[in-house]
């Protein structure tokens, strides 16, 4: 028993001296948790406000509590009905076109063997990763606009008589933002299939081309194996932020004519939480955004799980 | 079979798979360029005249007017010196906050380092979501300041998480041999880790950096009044909003083309605005690309 007691206060001593010497680890670590519970962890209290009528002069933990009060205005809501499966159907788009371009490209490119080719097309490829949403939209624009590029072309060649107004028909509108999301994440998306297909033994394509394979089956046979299990883990990765992959574009680009196709779950929220100043209703919409997400996440994993080896967690 | 033979006996679906692949590249670096050419041809013409149509990549009617009119724009200057300096100012504050940060996370003998880097990976996947973050930025006061820019974003759990990975790579005894001659932990941070993370500093401050640049959501939710506190990102939003409303009511947008800003202003201020990145982004991709590989491989 004593002797218990005396190794325990020795490690505690040994502790207390690691903590000492550890002192200034410990003051950083102190610091950054305030940081991150005030501007990442108390935001998460702020749920509370869609079971409630926030008022935000009662504040959180002063306003009454309304159960799902306002989870019954929004599926009641008929435009709500329609930001759902705004927001569901870009999603899906801007995924399979994104994914699918990204692998394309990526086999493509991988075919030229000339690195003084093969280079400076990548290099071009990534540029409009790194123009923001607003720089994409307005040379978007220009290149619809009624004396724009496409209608030009449209017109030269005898399609239409006269110039379309892309921007005032919804049915342009899913297209628009699929095409815009290809544009501008096509090459950055590539980087990771590139690896990938660089990772894949040589030695594969040598066997292949002695057993006189030709180029398209040596990508089904060899490439396409070879990059799967890339494309599963990105592809779990990605179907939970399906619902969060409207936004930007879709604000920018969004007008009156075409808002029945444009508006998403987070303009809603934007449009009711912040311009409206019902706080419980956007924020009702965004946590049925959130819940939705990772209930696809773990859906999606457990697909997974089930069918292949590869799964996020 | 010799190799000469086997080589000529190239199936002719080969053949016409690599037309396909010229063709393919052709039209991708087409069309991912001619775009941004076509606005900066744009930018060049005489606004009148390019309402007409038919300005491909290069301007019909030379024009620096364009230029000289946004360069008159008090608000395109405001908009220009605060993002600069919220890309500083963010970028200096935030690369040291995350490289302190992920220093302590990497320290393998740390006391609290596996329950320190959990509490930043949830932040990753939960958060409250834009309603309550605005509440909250409300609350301390940080709406229509320019400090709503740098401060809550100063700590990022992904930016944290690629240069902690970079730092568990540097050998241990290097701190052991530091420790030994009493230097203390922030001397190690200091005169020690940092000078061997210059690579991953230099990537984690492009993402920094061009995050900064490239935003314009911050400017609109909180400082939408404070015109003091625009940035060049809002302000062509602006300008791009006002056509969107246009060519959402009226069914031409040429007969309201004399009522909004000329397409040719619009694109001088986007070329202005991306010029830095599209000058920078060629020397600084391999960064990114690094970036991209390390924390991919943390993922």
């Not at chain 2, 940080?142 to 709503?148: A, E, K, S």
């Not at chain 2, 880790?193 to 984690?204: D, G, N, Q, R």
């Amino acid at each position: 028993m004593a002797r218990d007691k005396t190794r325990k206060k020795m490690d505690m001593k040994a502790t207390l001296k690691e903590m000492k010497h550890q002192k200034f680890l410990i003051g950083v670590s102190l610091v950054v948790v305030v940081y991150g519970i005030i501007f990442y962890y108390w935001p998460l209290t702020g749920w509370l406000m869609a079971f409630q009528n926030y008022k935000p002069k009662n504040g959180i933990f002063g306003s009454k509590f309304v159960g799902l009060d306002k989870f019954r205005f929004l599926f009641e809501d008929e435009v709500f009905i329609k930001v759902i499966r705004n927001t569901f159907a870009m999603g899906v788009i801007n995924l399979v076109t994104t994914t699918i371009m990204a692998v394309l490209f990526a086999i493509v490119l991988n075919e030229v063997r000339r690195a003084w080719i093969k280079k400076p097309i990548q290099t071009i490829s990534y540029l409009p990763h790194f123009l923001s949403w607003i720089v994409v939209t307005s040379i978007l624009h220009v290149s619809l606009s009624s004396t724009g590029i496409i209608n030009d072309l449209l017109m030269r060649f005898g399609f239409i008589d006269q110039a379309i107004n892309f921007f005032a028909h919804p049915k342009y509108f899913w297209p628009i933002v699929a095409f815009a999301n290809c544009w501008k994440e096509t090459g950055w998306n590539a980087i990771i299939y590139l690896a990938a297909i660089t990772a894949i033994d040589p030695a594969l394509y040598e066997a292949a081309s002695i057993d006189g394979a030709d180029r398209l089956q040596k990508i089904r046979y060899i490439t396409f194996p070879g990059i799967k299990p890339t494309f599963l883990i990105l592809l779990l990765m990605n179907v939970g932020n399906v619902l969060n992959a409207g936004f930007e574009v879709q604000y920018l680009l969004g007008n009156g004519l075409v808002q029945s196709v444009s508006q998403t779950i987070d303009i809603y929220v934007l449009k009711w939480g912040i311009s409206q100043n019902d706080y419980s209703l956007g924020t009702a919409a965004g946590l049925f955004k959130s819940a939705v997400s990772i209930a696809i996440i773990v859906i999606a994993n457990s697909i997974a799980k089930k069918y292949s080896e590869q799964r996020l967690f | 079979m010799n190799e000469k033979e086997y080589r000529v006996r190239k199936p002719i679906s080969d053949t016409i798979f690599g037309i396909f692949v010229v063709v393919f590249l052709f039209l991708f670096v087409v069309i991912t360029l001619y775009p941004v050419l076509n606005t900066v041809a744009l930018s060049f013409n005489d606004g009148i005249d390019a309402v007409r149509g038919g300005i491909y990549l290069w301007p019909r009617k030379f024009s620096l007017k364009n230029y000289q009119t946004v360069f008159a724009m008090q608000n395109i200057w405001t908009g220009a010196k605060i993002t600069v300096l919220r890309t500083v100012v963010a970028t200096v504050t935030s690369l040291f906050a995350n490289a302190l940060l992920a220093f302590v996370v990497s320290r393998k003998r740390f006391m609290f380092k596996s329950q320190l880097s959990l509490f930043w990976v949830i932040t990753m996947y939960v958060n409250g979501g834009m309603i309550p973050v605005f509440l909250l930025y409300k609350n301390l006061g940080l709406t229509g300041t320019f400090h709503v820019y740098w401060v809550p974003g100063m700590i990022s759990a992904f930016n944290m998480l690629v240069m902690r990975t970079y730092m568990e790579g540097i050998p241990e005894s290097l701190e052991e041999s530091a420790q030994l001659d009493g230097a203390g932990y922030f001397t190690i941070f200091k005169d020690i880790i940092s000078p061997l993370s210059k690579p991953v500093y230099a990537t984690v401050a492009l993402f920094i950096a061009v995050w900064q640049w490239n935003s314009w959501f911050d400017a609109m939710l909180y400082n939408r009044m404070k015109t003091e506190y625009t940035t060049l990102q809002y302000e062509l939003m602006k300008l791009l909003s006002s056509v969107m409303q246009q060519s959402g009511s009226a069914d031409s947008a040429k007969n309201s083309a004399n009522t909004i800003t000329p397409i040719t202003i619009r694109a001088a201020v986007t070329v202005a605005t991306m010029l830095p990145i599209v000058c920078l982004y060629p020397f600084l991709q391999r960064y990114f690309v690094t970036g991209l590989t390390i924390g991919g491989v943390k993922e």
